[in-house]
């Protein structure tokens, strides 16, 4: 059973880099598939940031391209976000899922439980 | 703003049928991309229900199917149970913007 589990600071301060990784179990990310990070602020809509291959090709959000990395660690079957210079409007619950489906045809089919990061001094 | 639009909320009886709308654009339902559904219980994460405009993943019932039509799209959901009481998102590309869209999500209640 594939399994995705999104850890990292719960409160981050403005200006400040948000770095949250998702280990995944059940399954070897250096197999296949893409592998995607997606927030929802408290009481609004889902918004996709970015998704990585275990190659480390990236598609990103371009509202937010400009603070996004992500990476791959094959050895540890995780991967990561960093969002740098943090606002307010960051605050969210981040969740990291799996991709499928045939670019750009792309769905998410597995999702970690979520992890909610505060932005604030 | 959501770029594919949803109704905010929705509700209906035990038993009964409902149907949730999902309404986009050219550059992205209406250019044939398809549409994903997700399910998102309380205080949950969401679950794939609905993939390719109308596949059901293992273990969803059939209750649940997708339809597309022009540029929107609908789940609809027969039979409505307590349990069904959650947010439903839909989900496309847009080809405009050139990344994967939601809509706000339309929480469904019921009564």
């Known amino acids: 059973q594939v399994q995705l589990q999104e850890s990292g600071p719960g409160l981050v301060k403005p200006s400040e880099t948000l770095s949250l990784t998702c280990a995944v179990s059940g399954y070897s990310i250096s197999s296949d598939y893409y592998w995607g990070w997606i927030r929802q602020p408290p009481g609004k809509g889902l918004e996709w940031i970015g998704s990585i291959y275990h190659s480390g090709f990236t598609y990103y959000n371009p509202s937010l391209k400009s603070r996004v990395t992500t990476s791959v660690d094959t050895s540890k079957n995780q991967f990561s976000l960093r969002l740098s210079s943090v606002t307010a409007a960051d605050t969210a619950v981040y969740y990291c899922?799996?991709?499928?489906?045939?670019?750009?045809?792309?769905?998410?089919?597995?999702w970690g439980r979520g992890t909610l990061v505060t932005v604030s001094s | 703003q959501s770029v594919l639009t949803q109704p905010p909320s929705l509700s209906g009886a035990p038993g009964q049928r409902v149907t949730i709308s999902c309404t986009g654009s050219?550059?992205?339902?209406?250019?044939?991309?398809?549409v994903h559904w997700y399910q998102q219980l309380p205080g949950t994460a969401p679950k794939l229900l609905i993939y390719g405009n109308a596949n059901r993943p293992s273990g969803v019932p059939d209750r649940f199917s997708g339809s597309k039509s022009g540029t929107s799209a609908s789940l609809a959901i027969t039979g409505l149970q307590a349990e069904d009481e959650a947010d439903y998102s839909c989900?496309?590309?847009?080809?405009?913007?050139?990344?994967?869209?939601f809509g706000g999500g339309t929480k469904l209640t019921v009564l």
């Open positions: 050219s550059s992205n339902i209406g250019a044939g991309y398809d």
């Open positions: 899922a799996r991709v499928r489906g045939t670019h750009p045809y792309w769905y998410f089919d597995l």
């Open positions: 989900q496309s590309y847009d080809s405009s913007l050139n990344y994967w869209i």
